[in-house]
């Protein structure tokens, strides 16, 4: 089953497109066709007669009619998956669209990250594919609030890697009040859901300090950005249990988005964060 940081790296890179592009173009040195059309694709391959299969998500450069390139993106957090399955995507993509493919694996651990970096024999005889893999090692230690502003998406994998260092925090965090993107409020919930549970406590520990004097430490910080509308919060609550693989009932969905108080809403939100089930969601602690 995918996790709640699978999911969540996912809906960062299905968000933004272009991220995928930049990391391949910027970070690795591949050669892109110079296009701004991005867009994302079905990710379901059908290979007759064999069975359906399914990447994470695949992004196609340059316009319907002609393609010019696509990207399989594949978040790995283990080495479960044979890598002969990702040159199978890459040939069917191939097939499905008649333009070059790269595949793009993102893996928040070393030795995971080491393990799909080898070339892979696809037990077809002359067809050898190199994927592209950002591991922890590629991901830079963003400690520029200027450069965090400039490219949030990329700062909030940052958090995930590199977040016990405090600077990487003090920098996202001084960012955020700076950053216009509509979507800016969306960033602070992509690191906090995809950090392991220490990173977590010193994001909160640091926007609960922070000079900007945000009203709460949580993804609820949207309500910084002038959006705190209760609607905006019940969002919030119900986006951090789906990150945390809750299934939410309608008789509870219901109740956090009729909601309008929104200090009600802001504790629902911090024990969002924690809570084993539903229930503990509107228990008071002890």
């Known amino acids: 089953m995918p996790s709640p940081r699978h999911d969540t790296l996912i809906k960062l890179f299905a968000d933004r497109p272009q991220l995928a592009v930049e990391i391949l173009r910027d970070f690795l040195g591949v050669d892109l ?9 079905k990710s379901t391959f059908n290979t007759r007669p064999s069975d359906d299969i399914e990447a994470d998500l695949v992004l196609v450069m340059g316009p319907p009619q002609t393609p010019a390139h696509a990207i399989i993106v594949e978040i790995q957090q283990d080495k479960s998956k044979d890598p002969r399955q990702l040159a199978r995507y890459a040939a069917a993509l191939w ?15 070393r030795r995971v990250a080491a393990h799909y970096a080898q070339p892979i024999e696809s037990g077809l005889t002359g067809y050898r594919l190199r994927p592209w893999v950002l591991g922890p090692d590629d991901i830079p230690a963003i400690t520029d609030p200027q450069e965090a502003a400039a490219h949030p998406h990329l700062a909030a994998m940052s958090v995930m890697i590199h977040g016990r260092d405090r600077k990487v925090i003090e920098a996202f965090a001084a960012a955020l009040a700076d950053v216009t993107d509509e979507h800016a409020p969306d960033y602070y919930e992509y690191a906090y859901s995809m950090s392991a549970p220490e990173i977590r406590r010193l994001m909160e520990e640091i926007m ?21 509308k209760a609607e905006e919060a019940a969002r919030s609550v119900l986006l951090v249990l789906a990150a945390r693989d809750f299934n939410v009932p309608d008789d509870i969905h219901a109740q956090i988005t009729a909601c309008t108080d929104l200090g009600q809403l802001e504790t629902w939100l911090t024990r969002a964060a924690t809570a084993q089930t539903l229930q503990d969601l509107f228990n008071e602690p002890g």
């Open 33 to 41: 066709p110079a296009t701004p059309l991005v867009r994302l694709e």
């Open 95 to 109: 097939l499905m669209l008649g333009c070059d493919v790269s595949v793009l694996v993102i893996c928040p651990d």
């Open 208 to 228: 609960k300090s922070a000079s900007t004097e945000w009203p709460v430490y949580s993804p609820f910080a949207r309500e910084h950005f002038g959006r705190g």
